[in-house]
């Protein structure tokens, strides 16, 4: 049985490949922000693990596993959590910019630094869901561009420096994808919403499976994922 650590199951991406190793039996454990928020992931994936940690407070979350147990061995830890704010550079402020950081890429660094022992154990993968924005930056998407791209430096450092310890780091970048986060960006920039325009998050689960199971000798680093025809 292998075993898997998951941020944001509670929907879209990380809720699809939740649902996706769930049903091969795979071992779950999935992190949520409070106790409450980890009952309701309980209920809804039977046998699931869970930690409780928020991903808005990193610097909290060594002394939050310190009162928990953590597991033993990972085949991968999956970050897929994360926030946007749009908005222009001249209008953004410090808070805004801070905890799009502290949520999308510092977090997911202290995340996998407290658990890569269980990592290093499992000669396991690290697999970090970024964004398009990750790679580009449009008008308004500055402060949540600048999280992605960090959350892009982390994995490639985290690449070279684990390979010796049998270490995989997959870095994934999905266009707009049919999630409640994809709601809110359309909120943000006055469109209307149609979820059919967009990937739907069984398919970048997808994707992210076929890195988990590719064979030890190759390692997928970085996959673009764009809506089809």
């Known amino acids: 049985m292998t075993t898997h650590l998951i941020t944001g199951a509670g929907s879209g991406i990380g809720a699809a490949l939740t649902e996706k190793l769930a049903a091969r039996g795979d071992e779950l454990w999935l992190l949520a922000r409070d106790a409450g928020r980890a009952s309701q992931l309980r ?10 940690g928020d991903l808005a407070e990193p610097a909290r979350l060594s002394w939050a596993f310190g009162h928990q147990e953590l597991p033993s061995r990972l085949d ?13 550079v001249a209008e953004t402020p410090v808070t805004t ?11 997911p660094a202290e995340l996998t630094r407290l658990l890569l022992p269980a990592l290093r154990a499992g000669r396991g993968h690290a697999v970090f869901v970024n964004s398009g924005a990750g790679l580009r930056v449009h008008p308004e998407w ?24 049998g270490v995989r780091v997959t870095t994934v970048y999905p266009g ?16 209307s919403y149609d979820a059919s325009r967009w990937i739907d998050p069984a398919s970048v689960a997808t994707t992210i499976l076929a ?7 190759a390692e997928l680093t970085e996959l673009m994922v764009r809506p089809g025809a």
């Open 43 to 52: 209920e809804r994936y039977a046998g699931a693990r869970t930690l409780v």
């Open 97 to 107: 910019w801070q905890h799009q950081l502290n949520v999308n890429a510092i977090a």
């Open 176 to 191: 707009r994808t049919a999630t409640p986060m994809q709601e809110k960006v359309h909120q943000q920039e006055g469109a």
């Open 76 to 88: 991968s830890l999956v970050h897929v959590a994360g926030i946007v704010e749009l908005g222009p």
């Open 211 to 217: 890195a988990l199971d590719l064979p030890r000798d």
């Open 142 to 165: 500055g402060s949540y561009a600048a999280s992605k791209f960090a959350v892009r430096a982390i994995a490639d450092a985290l690449r070279e420096e684990e390979r010796p310890h």
